[in-house]
């Protein structure tokens, strides 16, 4: 189950991993971001959960639009993946030092949220709803298009009149909200720390690095796949100690695999679109 | 262009703010040096902040008692035994600090230990109870709390007494207390008659927060006693795990259990906590000093911040002493006076034996009321 709560973050951070051709290290942190908001609507101002969560949400995708504006649309129209890196660790540094300050270093839990007892199901089914319904929206909706054509080539994208502002504006929204959902559900479920999100956000960085940012359902299968790998690991007596290992054996063997095996299947699709192109004659008996 | 220049300058801004606010320096001007390793950034910023609060508590209380208060300098450690090494080298050599009154973890300690023999600096903890400390802790280290191998064994009696006679472990492996924790707790178990096999012991690291797993594989030996060798939060979310997966426990731990971080994460799974912890005097100061605690600071003081308050005053008695011989007060001139300690602190008598470890510790055995609040049992 615990591949679940990876599940959102990884979705979004892929969404805008894709769109601007950079690892956005600092999207997962708006999950922390929602996660305290949540906390002190509902704990301290005793807001009602429902009303706190929406809020939260909000609030978080609305963190990542201001961050996305602000420090990495620049870079990202200037094409410079590792400026918006480095800057994306300074954000991160920067969010987690003043979580810790507003919360005096302390780690906080959820006591007043209405967790169902059998939430694991929820969350596992909610979170293939999500990946589904994103999938579809990617792939088949003219949205979608527009999502695919900004991402394959921005200034292409521009002369052809798209509205790219609008698709930068609904993928980082979209991307912020699914990061937040994830940072939610972690926090409801696991509390909260200053930093809560870096190895959480790590975990989903490194399946979709290995799985390719373009390939929802397989950035899927694999944080459910790592989850399940982690689980196993810390159920063994002599492998627990090897469970923080699992996302990054995934992504050397998921890198490997890509590297070793793409060269296979571009051969293959070449192999068959020349046996398309040039069918061979029937020989007459 | 401008403005996002603007609000990048003033992010940046603010993380200079937010990294001086964890990294503070330095207290009250006027007194001997004295240095504070402790993580006050990062997961376990909480030991740190506890320490520290209780800190000014003594500062005041010193300074209303018409003594000079130590001048504390802070080094932030993040738990990190690298970051703790570059801060003890900057504390003493460039702060020049006579002693330490605290460098947080176990496994901190037992990396400084032979640094300060070597430079003659001594160090007071009163959180380090790795048992281990005892024989590599050196003879410039002193701790105001008991070894866990004192504690493991009076928790194991605990246990034993009630009939609880196999027992399970889980213990985050990359913890120095966990380590000394795990080492205590098994051999005194085993010595007293429980059953804990090398298979009931399943480690854990310091990223875990989903135990379900391990909960099933310890869930198959059928234990009676659960001994949880986590701190503060991950040690609650254990204890939450197992609770909702039906286990009633108990499940046995020391001061790790008496964070007001286990109390939030174990949420109502906290009443199947048993807690061994040293005795908490129930005098007038101690009163005073929660009292002092939860006005200043909103929260409940736990037993760290009762050591950390002894600690200082421990510190601050043996470096008057050392000022009252006319000698420059050196750090081998506290460490002398460390050793002849006889102290009435907040958690009773201080006094050191050859190891420089705690002697006549006293032991209270808790439970959780499901409020937070710790009740004492038989």
Request: hydrophobic share 45%.
């Amino acid at each position: 189950m615990r591949g679940a709560y990876y599940l959102p973050i990884a979705l979004g951070f892929a969404l805008v991993a894709r769109h601007g051709r950079y690892l956005p290290l600092w999207l997962p942190e708006c999950g922390m971001v929602s996660s305290y908001t949540a906390y002190f609507l509902l704990e301290r101002a005793d807001m009602p959960a429902l009303l706190a969560v929406v809020v939260a949400l909000i609030f978080g995708s609305a963190c990542a639009l201001v961050l996305h504006f602000a420090l990495f649309a620049g870079h990202i129209a200037r094409n410079e993946p590792f400026a918006a890196l480095l800057r994306s660790i300074g954000v991160i540094v920067l969010l987690d030092n003043v979580a810790g300050l507003l919360t005096g270093g302390y780690s906080l839990a959820f006591t007043r949220f209405p967790l169902p007892s059998n939430h694991g199901p929820i969350v596992l089914g909610g979170g293939i709803l999500l990946t589904v319904i994103l999938w579809a929206w990617v792939n088949h909706t003219r949205e979608g298009l527009g999502y695919r054509s900004v991402s394959a080539n921005r200034e292409l994208a521009i002369q052809y009149g798209l509205q790219v502002s609008r698709i930068d504006f609904l993928v980082v929204f979209g991307g912020g909200l699914l990061c937040s959902l994830g940072g939610l559900a972690n926090g409801i479920r696991y509390g909260l720390t200053a930093g809560m999100m870096s190895t959480t956000g790590l975990k989903a960085v490194a399946v979709v690095v290995a799985a390719g940012q373009e390939n929802l359902l397989t950035v899927a299968i694999g944080v459910l796949l790592v989850g399940i790998l982690e689980s196993l690991c810390q159920g063994s007596i002599r492998f627990s100690a090897f469970e923080p290992g699992i996302s990054y054996g995934v992504l050397a063997v998921g890198l490997a695999g890509r590297y070793l095996l793409s060269p296979w299947w571009v051969r293959r699709n070449m192999r068959k679109r020349w046996r398309a192109d040039n069918p061979v004659p029937e020989v007459a008996g | 262009m401008n403005l996002q220049r603007t609000l990048f300058r003033a992010l940046l801004a603010l993380s200079l703010i937010a990294a001086a606010g964890c990294h503070g320096k330095e207290n009250a001007p006027g007194g001997v040096a004295i240095g504070a390793i402790l993580p006050l950034s990062g997961d376990n910023a909480s030991f740190g902040i506890t320490a520290r609060n209780a800190y000014q508590i003594a500062e005041d209380d010193a300074r209303q008692q018409g003594r000079i208060p130590l001048r504390l300098v802070y080094g932030d450690s993040r738990l990190d035994t690298k970051e703790a090494l570059a801060e003890y080298g900057r504390l003493v050599h460039q702060e020049h600090v006579a002693g330490f009154v605290e460098a947080t973890g176990s496994g901190i300690a037992l990396a400084l230990g032979d640094l300060a023999a070597r430079d003659q600096v001594p160090i007071l903890s009163g959180v380090d109870t790795s048992p281990l400390l005892t024989t590599q802790g050196g003879p410039f280290f002193f701790r105001v709390v008991p070894s866990d191998a004192y504690s493991g064994k009076v928790l194991c009696t605990w246990a034993i007494e009630k009939g609880l006679k196999s027992g399970v472990l889980v213990v985050n492996q990359q913890n120095g207390w966990a380590v000394g924790f795990k080492s205590a707790t098994t051999s005194a178990y085993r010595d007293q008659g429980g059953a804990m096999p090398d298979d009931a012991i399943l480690s854990v690291t310091d990223e875990t927060v989903d135990f379900n797993s391990a909960i099933a594989q310890l869930q198959k030996k059928n234990p009676q006693a659960w001994f949880v060798g986590l701190m503060g939060r991950q040690a609650g979310l254990f204890v939450q795990q197992a609770a909702a997966r039906g286990i009633k426990g108990p499940f046995l731990g020391v001061d790790n259990l008496a964070q007001s971080e286990f109390v939030d994460a174990a949420g109502a799974a906290q009443t199947r906590a048993w807690l061994e912890l040293p005795s908490e005097i129930k005098s007038a100061a101690a009163a005073s000093f929660s009292a002092k605690y939860l006005q200043r600071f909103q929260r409940q003081p736990d037993s760290l911040a009762f050591e950390a308050y002894d600690a200082y005053f421990v510190m601050l008695g043996a470096v008057e002493l050392a000022q009252k011989s006319g000698q420059p007060v050196s750090g081998a001139a506290i460490q002398r006076q460390l050793k002849a300690t006889d102290f009435e602190g907040l958690t009773g008598r201080v006094q050191f034996d050859l190891h420089n470890d705690l002697v006549n510790a006293q032991y209270q055995r808790f439970t959780y009321d499901g409020k937070g609040h710790k009740i004492p049992v038989q």
